[in-house]
C-alpha cells in the first residue's frame, strides 16, 4: 500500500448542496514532492485538512485514508502531532510564543521531550534552516518571509514524515517566496521527506514536483507528472482556466504549438527560444497615462512610536486618475503603512495628504469611506461580520438611503460581477483564500468609491480567477475608478497595472509604466523577462511574447 492512501473518500460541509471531495482515491508514495493545484474552491485546502484532524473542517466524511498502512482515525493524538506537519497560509496566524527560540522548542515543550533532545533538536533545526542569529529575535519583529520559515522549522522540530503546505508562499515577497520554495526542495530532496503543497503560483513549484494534482469540483481530473498534467489538461479543454497558472515556458510553448518537448523552468525557456528563435528588436509601447492628480503624498514622514525609527521617509506618491497603480516592495518594508496613510488611517507627523487637492485631514470620516475611498486590507476577516454571506451585504446595504428593491437589485448585480452566487449562504470563514477577497472586494464596492486602495488583493487566487478579478478592475477603472494595489504579485502587476514602483528604505526608488519599470528591473521582473530578455526587449508577459510572434518581431531562426 502507499505511504498515503485516500479510498472512496468524499466530504460534505454542512448544509451544502454537493459534496466538497467526491469518491476520491488518491496514493502518494513516501518521499515524493506533489503540488496539489485547481481554481480557488476546487477542494484543494479541504482535502488535505483531512489529514491533519486538528485542522479538519465539520461535515459529513465517508472512505478511509492511511497513513504507512495505519488508519488515520486509529492514531493517537499524540502520532499525529509527530508525523503529520502542517504550515499555514498565514504566517503569523501560526505563530504562538514571543521568541525565536521558545517557538522551536514549543511543540516538543507540548509532547513532554526531555530538555537536553529539546536543545539538540532546537540545534539543529536553528542551523539547518540558517536562522541561528535570529535565535533570541521577537518574533513580532520578523520579516513575513523570516516568519514563514521559521513556522516551518518550529514544525520541522518534530521530525514529521509528511509536511504539508497550504499556500505557504502567498503572503511573501518574490525572493522570500524562492528562499523559502528551495528550502522545500531541500528538505524533500536531502531528507527525503514526503511533502503536499497546495499552491496557486505554480511558476516555481510546478517544475519540482515530482507529481501534480488537479482537482476541479472536487474531484481529481489529471494526476502525473508536471509536463503530463499539463498536456492533459490542454486535451480536456484548450481554453481550461487552470491553463492560465502554468508556467510561464509552458504558456508560452503551448501558445506558439512548436512541435517539441515543452520547457519546464526559466533556463529551460531560455534554451528553448534560443534554439527556435532569432534576436528581435521591438519599440517600447506608449504609456497611455493621465496626468490628473487625484490623491498625493507629500514628503510625509511616518513612524508608529514617538521613538521608534520612520516607516515612511519623505514618502512621495502622486495618484492620477482613473489609473490602476501597483507598488512593490520586501515584505515588511512599509508598503501596507503607505497605504493606510493615503486611507487616512494612519496620521503623518510631518508632509500632508492630499485628495483632490484638498488636505485629508479636512474631510469627516462619513464623507471620505462613503463618498470617496474604499479599502480593502490585507486579511479580508477583518470586515466580515456577520454569519453567511448574504447578511454581510444585508448588513452594509441597511445604511443606504434607497429603497429596498434598489438594495436588492444593487446586491445582486455585485454578487453576479464577482460570481459569488454559490457562496451567499456560506459562513465568509468557510470559503477558500480566493473566495474571502471576492466577498470583501464586494463588499467595499457596494459602497461606490472613488478610489480604491486594496492590500495583496490577488493571494489565494488561481490564474483564471485573477483574470476575472482584472477584468472587473479593468470596468471599474473604464467607470472612472482609481485603484491603488499593494501587491507581492510580479505577473499580475505587469499585465494589468498602468504604472508600478518599487518600495524601499521608506520611499519609492523607482516609478514607470509597467513595461519600462519590468524591461528595466533585473530582479524584481517577470519570468517572461527573465526568459525572453536575449531575444527580444520588453516582453514582460506571455501575451505581450506571444504577440511579438504573430508581428514577426519574434522571428523563427
Not at 392 to 399: K, M, Q, T
Not at 423 to 431: A, N
Request: with cysteine; glycine share 8%; net charge negative.
Amino acid at each position: 500500500m502507499a505511504f498515503i492512501n485516500f479510498k472512496d473518500f468524499d466530504f460534505t460541509y454542512p448544509l451544502a448542496k454537493r459534496p466538497a471531495l467526491k469518491q476520491l482515491n488518491l496514493a502518494i508514495e513516501q518521499g515524493e514532492f506533489v503540488v496539489f493545484c485547481g481554481v480557488s474552491g476546487c477542494g484543494k485546502t479541504t482535502l488535505l485538512k483531512q489529514l491533519k484532524q486538528e485542522l479538519a473542517p465539520h461535515g459529513e466524511r465517508s472512505g478511509d485514508i492511511f497513513l504507512n498502512n495505519q488508519a488515520l482515525d486509529s492514531l493517537t493524538e499524540r502520532e499525529r502531532a509527530e508525523k503529520i506537519g502542517y504550515v499555514l497560509q498565514n504566517p503569523e496566524n501560526q505563530l504562538v510564543t514571543d521568541k525565536v527560540w521558545h517557538e522551536l522548542a514549543f511543540g516538543l515543550e507540548n509532547l513532554g521531550v526531555e530538555p537536553s533532545t529539546i536543545r539538540r533538536r532546537v540545534a539543529e533545526m536553528a542551523n539547518f534552516f540558517g536562522i541561528q542569529g535570529l535565535f533570541h529575535a521577537d518574533t513580532m519583529h520578523l520579516s513575513g518571509g523570516q516568519k514563514q520559515l521559521l513556522n516551518l522549522a518550529s514544525v520541522m522540530v518534530m521530525q514529521p514524515e509528511v509536511l504539508i503546505l497550504d499556500e505557504p508562499t502567498s503572503q511573501l515577497d518574490p525572493i522570500a517566496a524562492t528562499e523559502f520554495i528551495q528550502t522545500l526542495q531541500k528538505l524533500n530532496k536531502e531528507l527525503g521527506l514526503t511533502i503536499l503543497l497546495v499552491e496557486h503560483r505554480l511558476e516555481e513549484v510546478y517544475p519540482l514536483a515530482d507529481r501534480v494534482v488537479m482537482l476541479e469540483q472536487g474531484e481529481i481530473i489529471a494526476n502525473g507528472t508536471p509536463k503530463a498534467v499539463a498536456s492533459e489538461l490542454q486535451a480536456i479543454d484548450r481554453e481550461h482556466p487552470m491553463l492560465l497558472g502554468l508556467p510561464t515556458p509552458l504558456r508560452i510553448h503551448h501558445a506558439l504549438q512548436l512541435q517539441d518537448d515543452a520547457p519546464l523552468t526559466i533556463r529551460e525557456g531560455r534554451a528553448w527560444l534560443t534554439k527556435h528563435f532569432v534576436q528581435g528588436t521591438a519599440r517600447m509601447p506608449n504609456s497611455a497615462v493621465s496626468h490628473d492628480p487625484i490623491l498625493e503624498v507629500k514628503k510625509g514622514w511616518f513612524r508608529y512610536e514617538a521613538k521608534g525609527h520612520d516607516i515612511l521617509k519623505e514618502f512621495d506618491l502622486t495618484l492620477e486618475r482613473g489609473e490602476i497603480f501597483t507598488l512593490l516592495g520586501g515584505n515588511g518594508s512599509g508598503k501596507s503603512t503607505a497605504m493606510q496613510v493615503m486611507a487616512g488611517l494612519m496620521p503623518l507627523y510631518r508632509g500632508q495628504v492630499l485628495l483632490e487637492g484638498r488636505v485629508l485631514k479636512k474631510y469627516r470620516q462619513k464623507e471620505l469611506y462613503r463618498q470617496f475611498i474604499g479599502v480593502l486590507p490585507q486579511n479580508p476577516q477583518t470586515i466580515f461580520v456577520a454569519k453567511t454571506v448574504r447578511k454581510e451585504f444585508e448588513d452594509l446595504a441597511s445604511i443606504w438611503t434607497i429603497p429596498e428593491a434598489q438594495k436588492q437589485a444593487k446586491i445582486a448585480a455585485m454578487v453576479a460581477q464577482l460570481g459569488i452566487e454559490h457562496v451567499l449562504e456560506h459562513h465568509p470563514f468557510d470559503l477558500s483564500g480566493g473566495e474571502q477577497q471576492k466577498v470583501a472586494l464586494a463588499k467595499v464596492l457596494l459602497n461606490e468609491p472613488k478610489i480604491l486602495l486594496l492590500d495583496e488583493p490577488t493571494k489565494g487566487m488561481d490564474g483564471a480567477s485573477k483574470r476575472v478579478f482584472a477584468e472587473i478592475l479593468q470596468q471599474l477603472k473604464a467607470q472612472g475608478l482609481t485603484i491603488f494595489i499593494v501587491t507581492h504579485d510580479v505577473e499580475f502587476s505587469a499585465e494589468f497595472a498602468d504604472r508600478a514602483a518599487l518600495f524601499f528604505d521608506g520611499n519609492i526608488v523607482s516609478v514607470d509604466d509597467r513595461v519600462a519599470f519590468y524591461s528595466g528591473n533585473h530582479f524584481y521582473t517577470t519570468a517572461t523577462h527573465r526568459m525572453s530578455r536575449h531575444v527580444v526587449e520588453h516582453a514582460i508577459t506571455p501575451s505581450q511574447l506571444i504577440q511579438y510572434y504573430e508581428e514577426g518581431v519574434l522571428v523563427e531562426s
